[in-house]
């Protein structure tokens, strides 16, 4: 059975930085593309970061230049580093997985159970 453990979240001040972590199991971890993606109250979920196994890497406009994406494969993890955040980041951000894609991607077969990151103005 596939799961996630998402990590990390929490309350920042505008401006200040955030890391949150998705540890993945049950699938051959370097075989799936690996994206993350929020979701904040009232909205749709929008995507915000994909990377491919090899090292491919798509970002979505509203979080260029201040979110990275990344990964350790020897411990399955995939990690996002926020930095510059806005009050608009707000969100509950969650690690999702696809078999055989290069990013982008549009469909996703797995999905975590996210981690709250609230940003203070």
């Known amino acids: 059975e596939v799961q996630f453990a998402e990590s990390g979240g929490g309350l920042v001040q505008a401006g200040g930085s955030l890391s949150v972590s998705c540890i993945v199991s049950g699938i051959g971890f370097d075989t799936y593309a690996i994206g993350w993606f929020r979701q904040a109250p009232g909205k749709e979920r929008e995507g915000v970061s994909c990377i491919s196994t090899d090292g491919t890497t798509y970002t979505f406009d509203s979080v260029k230049g201040r979110f990275t994406i990344s990964t350790d494969n020897a411990k399955n993890t995939v990690y996002l580093l926020m930095n510059t955040l806005k009050p608009e980041d707000t969100a509950v951000y969650y690690c999702?997985?696809?078999?055989?894609?290069?990013?982008?991607?549009?469909?996703?077969?797995?999905w975590g159970q996210g981690t709250q990151v609230q940003v203070s103005s």
């Open positions: 999702a997985a696809a078999p055989l894609r290069s990013c982008p991607v549009i469909v996703w077969d797995h």
